[in-house]
């Protein structure tokens, strides 16, 4: 016979931690800008982690082929240096000169609306033109004095560029000491919870792989194929093409109607081409280069990938959406790894409900 008024533990939990989560929300004034200051300190910090943690299989690399430590750091930093610096020395100058003409295409695809079907966009074309102008602005106050203005508080990139590649390095000729130490941390704890991490560390390792490949060769291919359509904004467009490579799926859609749209004030023939070139190698792109350079490893699902990125960008804006598939893929890895226990604890608590 089943006693009556027994505490069921589980609900208990969940009471306390939904009354935590309350109490949280309640007094996030008194909290949240201590931790706003925290995260705004700790950022460069996981950045350089981050830095570190995408160039330590490089260093591994030459490290396998007889090169020793200090040499292999070296010789990675170099060749990131040779290949960023001659990118960007090459490149930034004519963005800008494409971004003028970037511009100027919008603002002329605005009128020609405007114009064809009679619409009153007085005050949205001022504030459009008065927008690009800014964002000019700052880009040429970047190129001539390496700061942004964001949000009217003057950042210097320049530092913080400095502080993450110091920092990195650092941490690039400890980490192997840094996962000896997680490794034995994790060993004494659970050897199920280190096994778990490894497959972690295989899946990320993969991810920022892939996604550091695939950036690479979406700028190549993009701006070659843009020039030889003659799109006016080649290399601005290849340069998009390849930043929002991190937002799936939308980042491709916004470079797109980008193109078409500066390429419609162009010519019939750039406007022909640029919508060629979208046809055909976005489908090339999907469903040959990507998986290719990505693999089977991080099989993750469209709709999973397409919601992680709408939720992200919804709870915590731009940031949101660059860290929402690294999340989605720590959170597939958990399921799946765990995913025997999770359905054997569902069916215990199941089985414990009384009928």
Request: glycine share 6%; charged share 15%.
């Amino acid at each position: 016979m089943k006693k009556e008024g027994k505490l069921n533990f589980n609900l208990i939990n969940l009471l306390l931690v939904m009354l935590i989560i309350y109490l949280l929300f309640v007094t996030s004034n008194y909290w949240a800008p201590f931790v706003g200051k925290l995260i705004n300190v700790l950022i460069p910090f996981f950045l350089a982690f981050v830095f570190a943690y995408i160039l330590d299989p490089f260093v591994k690399f030459f490290e396998r082929k007889g090169v020793r430590k200090k040499i292999a750091v070296f010789v990675v930093l170099l060749i990131i240096f040779l290949v960023l610096g001659g990118i960007l020395v090459i490149t930034v100058p004519m963005i800008y000169d494409q971004l003028l003409l970037f511009a100027k295409s919008i603002v002329q695809f605005v009128q020609d609306i405007s114009t064809k079907f009679d619409l009153n966009l007085g005050d949205f074309q001022f504030k459009l033109t008065d927008t690009l102008n800014e964002i000019i602005k700052d880009v040429g106050k970047y190129i001539s004095t390496g700061t942004i203005d964001i949000l009217g508080k003057s950042v210097n990139v320049l530092s913080n560029a400095f502080i993450i590649s110091v920092v990195g390095i650092y941490f690039l000729f400890d980490m192997d000491k840094i996962r000896a130490k997680v490794k034995a941390f994790l060993k004494t704890k659970s050897h199920r919870t280190y096994s778990f991490v490894k497959k972690l560390d295989h899946e990320m390792t993969q991810y920022f792989h892939g996604l550091a490949l695939l950036m690479l060769v979406t700028l190549i291919e993009y701006s070659v194929l843009f020039r030889l359509v003659n799109h006016p904004n080649w290399m601005i467009l290849g340069v998009l093409m390849a930043i929002l490579t991190i937002i799936p799926y939308f980042g491709g859609i916004i470079t797109n109607a980008i193109a078409i749209i500066t390429a419609s004030v162009t010519s019939v023939p750039v406007l022909i081409g640029t919508i060629l070139v979208i046809m055909i190698f976005s489908g090339i792109d999907g469903y040959i280069i990507s998986p290719k350079i990505y693999g089977k490893t991080n099989n993750l699902s469209p709709v999973g990938i397409i919601f992680a990125v709408g939720a992200g960008g919804a709870l915590f804006g731009v940031m949101g959406i660059v860290v929402a598939v690294p999340l989605y893929v720590t959170l597939h890895c958990i399921y799946k790894y765990y995913q025997d226990d999770i359905k054997d604890k569902i069916e215990t608590m199941m089985e414990k409900e009384p009928n």
